[in-house]
């Protein structure tokens, strides 16, 4: 079962409803009981970053997702800003994320870039490309995709091998990104169509 965490600052109806689309029963999770229940986790969110982990941890469940991600070792699927809070800061805030995967959020800088035309948020769909094929989440999807974005600031991650997809907006920046059994999206999968429905019902069934 697929639970959605609803901690005050997720687009958690959108969510539910493309996983009601591809056949899956979601919960939304309110409380730490909630995540006890589930074998996946959805973390979505919106806004800014210290917001998120405030209110993330005001919930009561984050003692219960770290136990559902390091000591089950069960799926976790960060989601815009959610993916965001699964690095250990972020140039918008003061607080700290969630530490599991190594990287740090940064704001879109084009000051090196001779051409004017970039403006942030990056919004809108773009073209995204996998770079590790083979994990299990993007296996049976085409290299290159389009998913719709909507934000400012992206991950710069510690290595290479964290990176599970990369799309250029000036320059290319992680567009996912993985850590065993975490996943992160920067982009919306359930603003993305049937692409992003391929990405959420591989959550559902393959991993």
Not at 19 to 38: E, F, H, M, Q, V
Not at 56 to 76: A, C, F, Q, Y
Not at 175 to 181: L, T
């Amino acid at each position: 079962m697929i639970a959605v965490i609803d901690y005050g600052v997720g687009n958690v109806g959108s969510i539910i409803n493309m996983l009601k689309k591809i056949g899956d029963t979601p919960i939304l999770a309110k409380n730490a009981s909630d995540i006890k229940k589930a074998d996946k986790l959805i973390l979505p969110g919106v806004g800014s970053f210290d917001t998120g982990m405030r209110m993330l941890r005001e919930s009561g469940m984050l003692d219960e997702i770290n136990n559902h991600v390091t000591i089950k070792e069960k799926p976790l699927l960060g989601i815009c800003l959610g993916m965001q809070m699964l690095g250990r800061q972020s140039e918008e805030g003061k607080l700290k994320g969630l530490s599991y995967i190594p990287f740090d959020n940064v704001k879109f800088n084009f000051d090196s870039l001779e051409s004017k035309e970039y403006k942030t948020p990056h919004m809108g769909w773009n073209v995204v490309k996998n770079t590790i094929c083979d994990d299990l989440i993007v296996s049976n999807i085409d290299t290159i995709q389009r998913y719709y974005f909507v934000h400012s600031y992206h991950a710069l991650c510690d290595k290479e091998e964290n990176i599970l997809m990369k799309c250029k907006y000036g320059y290319e920046f992680a567009a996912a990104v993985k850590h065993n059994n975490v996943y992160g999206f920067q982009f919306h999968p359930e603003k993305s169509h049937k692409f992003g429905m391929t990405l959420l019902e591989n959550f559902a069934r393959r991993l």
